[in-house]
């Protein structure tokens, strides 16, 4: 591993790894037929904006006249229909999985970093056949606490045995640079997730990338002195 420069990738999935912005986005309105009929449904762009959030805190910021009875009901009714719809139209961005068996074979270990429910992200990746890729699955289950916290960021680094000074995370939200940086760890943004590249650097991330496979040199063969923008 002489030439690793990061022991351990961490990765968002939403907007980094895989373009599921179309089924969340009819997921969210399904839902939001079903528990608030016939109000204005948001936009797309706004609803992608709110991608990374927890559901309980994306049906209040979308504006809607929330109580425990009808957040119960949004997160639920959304589960139980992305659940079924979760693949539709899904899939990996493009060199996402080259990117992935390079860092592999370097010896990196990979983990997954996300506010999807466990279960369904594990599902996610073994629908798409990159499960094999990942040395930790950290999701969203109950009691666990969400990014921004440094929280999952630590668990999954205490999982995979590398210290957050010889790791990256990888993600498309400020959610993903928050969370990382306040666990001590490097942060590479995309740009071609859910969040335009000027709202990312406005939080500083160390790497900013319009390609997933500029994410291999980073690693394997870029140094880490300076922050650097890959255009």
Known sequence: MANVNYHAVLFDLDGTL????????????????????????????EILLMVGRPLESIVCELGYPVDDENTRRFVDTYRCYYAQHYNDSTKPYPGVEAMLQDLKSAGVKLGLVTTKHQTQAELTLAGLGLAGYFNDVYGWDEGRKHKPDPEPVRVSLSRIQVAPELALMVGDAELDIQSATAAGVDTCAVTYGFRPAWFLKSFNPCFLVARSADIVPIVISVGRDEPRFVA
């Open 18 to 45: 895989v373009d599921s912005g179309r089924d969340i986005i009819d997921s969210i309105r399904f839902t939001l037929d079903q528990v608030f009929p016939g109000r204005n449904k948001p936009s797309d762009e």
